[in-house]
């Protein structure tokens, strides 16, 4: 397995995205993964968590603003086996520049990315930022399969999830037709609300069961503990609830690529 390119995206905020791409990666590494994160959102979480106190220059706005090869913008997190390429708040400045460079801009990181991190890395996680707009589309348009966290908390979720699972068919329908969303992930579960519960039943029953990860993440609260210290849930409390969920849902990840990928990888070639 190897050359896999997950997108985690979700239009609503707090769902759950940062988190997740920094914790899978984690687990994903220590399981012997080769794995880079890419911070495609300008709040900079991942960046902040992954490279927490390592000095690092290039990072995405180098990338797009100066055309720096991408593996200047890579650096080595303290986390095993996993590496990131970071963002910087003043990358969102550039999106006029990209809007206006549109349809073109569509293609930046499939130009820019997709094969370096293809060549040298067995999962790429991408976090991005809490829209559906172009900065989404354009890391779409580069990746193999989506991952579309969800909290099991809001009412509004599952109409939230409608909408990022027609953006995802419609990414599918006019550019890349190989993408496919790989499962829905429902975070943030209290199953002593009945609330909560009903939430994580609708989506099953809307999506269908196999659209939607068998793991679930637990609401928590040392995962705001573990943001305030910049590090992973898994490496802060490792014990914590939420990180033995992570580390079940890196192991379920890789049984569902498994039996997804061959037929993939044989299909792009």
């Not at 419609?170 to 609330?195: F, G, S, W």
């Not at 609708?202 to 068998?214: A, L, M, N, Y």
Request: aromatic share 8%; proline share 4%; charged share 25%.
């Amino acid at each position: 397995m190897s050359g896999i390119i997950i997108s985690i995206i979700n239009n609503k905020g707090g769902t759950g995205k940062s988190t997740t791409a920094c914790n899978l990666a984690h687990i994903l590494g220590k399981l012997g993964k080769k794995v880079l994160v890419i911070d495609n959102d300008s709040q900079c979480n991942s960046s902040k968590i992954l490279l927490d106190g390592i000095d690092y220059t290039n990072s995405m706005y180098e990338l797009i603003n100066d055309d720096i090869p991408v593996d200047y913008c890579i650096h080595f997190t303290k986390y095993s086996n996993v590496s990131c390429l970071p963002n910087n708040e003043m990358v969102s400045a550039l999106e006029i520049s990209l809007a206006k460079a549109f349809p073109i801009s569509l293609y930046l990181f499939k130009d820019k990315i997709r094969n370096y991190a293809k060549d040298k890395y067995d999962i790429t996680l991408v976090d991005n930022p809490p829209t559906l707009g172009l900065v989404v589309a354009i890391s779409l348009y580069m990746s193999d399969f989506v991952i579309v966290p969800n909290d099991a908390g809001s009412k509004f979720s599952l109409e939230g999830l409608v909408k990022a699972v027609s953006f995802i068919n419609d990414i599918q329908e006019k550019a890349n037709p190989d993408l496919k969303l790989l499962r829905l992930l429902i975070t943030k579960v209290d199953r002593r609300t009945l609330a909560s519960t009903a939430i994580l039943q609708q989506i099953k029953k809307t999506f269908g069961e196999d659209e939607v990860f068998g793991t679930a993440i637990p609401i928590n609260t040392a995962f705001q503990q573990a943001e305030l210290a910049d590090k992973t849930l898994c490496r802060f409390r490792p014990t914590a609830a939420g990180a033995k969920a992570y580390k079940e849902l890196a192991r379920e990840l890789l049984v569902i690529l498994d039996s997804v990928w061959p037929q993939k990888a044989k299909h792009d070639g």
